[in-house]
């Protein structure tokens, strides 16, 4: 080392087996836990260590190098720890061109002031203030850190860059009230704090990282253990959902064997068509989404899961009560119903409408009257009344070998008589129409004019309208009119909001 005095060259010693075997320790403790963010942080704890390494060798290595280089390296440190902490918040790429035009831009201004003798005052002030800055940057990332993971660890890394903020900003001092720089080796009081304060954070930096990094991986490990325990809670629940949907999807096929050998219209066969009617798409519907969730339960997330478990059970739930309803309408008991707000009654009906005719090439409008007042309906069955009409709407468009400018509307407005009011919801299509045939029996059951229809739909529907004291109505529309087809559920409006 050629120092010129036994006690610094026992110094030097000292502060190197510091400078490079905590951080080495650290580094060998957290064998097996050391993601990308850890390298880059050990890399600058290296870099560090070569820093180190070049202050020692000062009396046997040029002043550019021991000084001019090891200086620079001490910023390439600073900017390798800012990287891992940011690395910690955020999956951006690494700014790599404005971290290496800092290196460079300091280490050719630090060189420069060397070679024109200003390393001392100049020079000292550069880096005092470039380091300064370069710490308070990375104890504000530390702090952001801490507060994103809830770390105890990152505590002590902020001590580590607030001694190094500390340690530069009265550098910088020292040279703006003396003219000249703290020298590490001077043995006074200042010089002295300033080289314990190294040793210090070195200690910090590197055992405050290992401490960050084992409470990263503590939480990530019980982050896995919730989402695993989710996720077979989630599987579980699926499978006895699904379990119940397949017996209920064979009863329904038993329920369709026994219709298409007796054909009758009493009440008990009008009750189950109804059920077929109306609930065999939805129950396809949910069976394909717990089939499709069993085959990627593996690979969704845990939020996907719940999601998808959720929709299919509030589906089933709607089932339900469409079967309750339906029980209760065919065999004359009190319909259950309760008042609510007519601004509400299309919410969940238009983004399916609107999804359907997109899917079929159909332009849809709606025109809706957004005045506020209370009906007494069942919302489940007023919504099956209406995307009924309105999947016949679709069907009579579709069924024209050319249709031009195919369009459906929905519509819905207050009419006011002196004897009550009435809200309107109409559907209008400009289809065929209806034929005159039809038009004499379309509210009677196992009437159609579908290829494939079981006559079931406006039937259904004009008994539950007639349960809200409401009425359906169906007509063709007249040439000016646009063609096609007209058909109008009226349900008298209620003042009770309770």
């Given amino acids: 080392m050629n120092a010129p005095h036994p006690a610094i060259t026992v110094l030097f010693a000292f502060g190197l087996l510091v400078m490079w075997l905590l951080p080495l320790t650290a580094w060998l403790l957290l064998q097996g836990q050391r993601d990308r963010n850890a390298q880059i942080w050990f890399t600058g704890t290296g870099v560090y260590g070569v820093t180190a390494t070049l202050f020692t060798l000062q009396y046997t290595l040029p002043t550019w190098l021991a000084f001019g280089v090891g200086t620079t390296l001490v910023v390439v440190f600073y900017v390798l720890m800012h990287e891992a902490l940011r690395r910690e ?268 005719c997109e899917k079929h090439g159909v332009v849809f409008v709606d025109t809706l009257d957004h005045t506020q007042g209370w009906v007494r309906v069942d919302r489940v069955l007023l919504e099956r009344v209406l995307l009924n009409m309105v999947a016949n709407g679709l069907d009579a468009i579709r069924s024209q070998t050319s249709p031009l400018n195919p369009c459906l509307r929905l519509e819905s407005a207050l009419e006011t008589t002196p004897s009550q009011s009435l809200w309107k919801v109409t559907v209008r299509d400009n289809g065929p129409g209806f034929s005159q045939d039809m038009l004499s029996m379309i509210t009677q059951p196992l009437q159609t004019g579908k290829e494939n229809g079981i006559g079931l739909g406006l039937a259904l529907a004009h008994l539950v309208v007639r349960q809200w004291q409401g009425q359906l109505t169906v007509r063709n529309l007249l040439d000016e009119e646009g063609g096609g087809a007209c058909v109008t559920v009226s349900i008298p409006m209620t003042e009770v909001a309770s």
């Fill in 89 to 356: 918040l955020s999956d951006e790429p690494t700014p790599w061109v404005p971290m290496v035009a800092l290196v460079l831009g300091f280490g050719a201004s630090y060189v420069y002031l060397d070679h024109l003798g200003q390393r001392l005052t100049s020079g000292f002030m550069l880096s005092a203030f470039t380091f300064a800055a370069l710490a308070l940057l990375n104890l504000r990332q530390c702090l952001r850190v801490q507060k994103h993971h809830r770390s105890r660890a990152c505590w002590i890394l902020a001590m580590a860059f607030g001694l190094a903020l500390t340690i530069n900003v009265l550098r910088g001092y020292s040279v703006l009230s003396t003219g000249e720089g703290v020298q590490l080796l001077a043995f006074t009081p200042l010089s002295n704090f300033l080289l314990i304060s190294n040793f210090l954070g070195v200690i910090f930096y590197s055992f405050g990282y290992w401490g960050f990094v084992l409470e990263k991986t503590q939480a990530e490990k019980v982050r896995q253990a919730l989402n695993a325990e989710q996720a077979t809670l989630g599987q579980a629940a699926a499978e006895a959902t699904a379990e119940e949907l397949k017996a209920l999807i064979h009863q329904r096929d038993q329920m369709l064997m026994m219709n298409s050998r007796f054909s009758a219209v009493s009440s008990l066969a009008m009750f189950n068509t109804a059920i077929i009617h109306e609930l065999s798409q939805p129950l396809q519907a949910i069976q394909l989404c717990l089939e499709g969730l069993q085959l990627k339960h593996a690979n969704a997330s845990v939020q996907e899961r719940e999601t998808s478990i959720q929709n299919a059970l509030s589906l089933n739930g709607k089932l339900g009560h469409t079967i309750t309803a339906l029980r209760q309408l065919v065999t004359a008991q009190q319909p259950v119903h309760q008042p609510l707000p007519v601004a509400s009654l299309l919410q969940d009906v238009l983004p399916i409408v609107r999804t359907q």
